[in-house]
């Protein structure tokens, strides 16, 4: 098997870390000679915000009033993992890794500088009325009000979504899925459209 490079998108609740779990633990079980490097930017954030600095200082002021951070701090984090732990020949599952369209070309041309000239785009198509649901049951603090579902929605629609169009654009593979399935459903339909079974 070649090495993979997969990017994940979705709304919030869309199951993106569930599907991401489940191509990890394929890609690991059917070629067990390759490491799978999985990257997941709210990992990376919520690491780095821990930290002591004046950086993390600010960055936690900014997510304490649930503003964005700017650009450069989750390039920064997402390129900092890649030039310390990838060696070229692992298996990429990112996360993440590109939510708005000035990251876009950053995005692009990592993956390019990389080898990795074309990669896979899963899109999580899932509704809104569903997704809702499904953050209400997960019970997250943040996810409880009604006013904060939509917003987190509404920024997904209008700031992530057209980074999908950019980087069909810069050439790499987009698959939509039909994320308001089951979790086994989207499996099945994620592992086929990479052509995994």
Sequence with gaps: ????????????GSGKGTQVALV????????????????????LIRE??????????????????GKLFPAFIPIKLWGDFLVENFKG?????????????????????AMKFY??????????????EVVADRLRKRGRA?????????ERLNWYEESTKPVIEMLKNFGHNIHLIDGNKTIEEV???????????
């Design 24 to 43: 990890k633990e394929y890609l690991e079980e059917n070629d067990p000679n390759r490491e799978v490097i999985s990257i997941e930017s709210g990992t």
């Design 187 to 197: 499996d099945v339909e994620t592992k086929k459209s990479l052509g995994l079974t």
């Design 48 to 65: 780095f915000v821990e930290k002591e600095g004046y950086t993390q200082e600010l960055s936690k002021e900014l997510l304490d009033q």
């Design 115 to 128: 080898g990795r000239e074309v990669i896979d785009v899963i899109v999580l198509e899932t509704d809104r």
């Design 1 to 12: 098997m070649e090495p993979r490079t997969i990017a994940f998108f979705g709304i919030s």
């Design 89 to 109: 020949d692992e298996h990429l599952l990112l996360d993440g890794l590109s939510r708005r369209t000035n990251e876009a070309p950053v995005f692009d041309g």
């Design 142 to 150: 943040d996810d409880i009000e009604d006013e904060d579902i939509d």
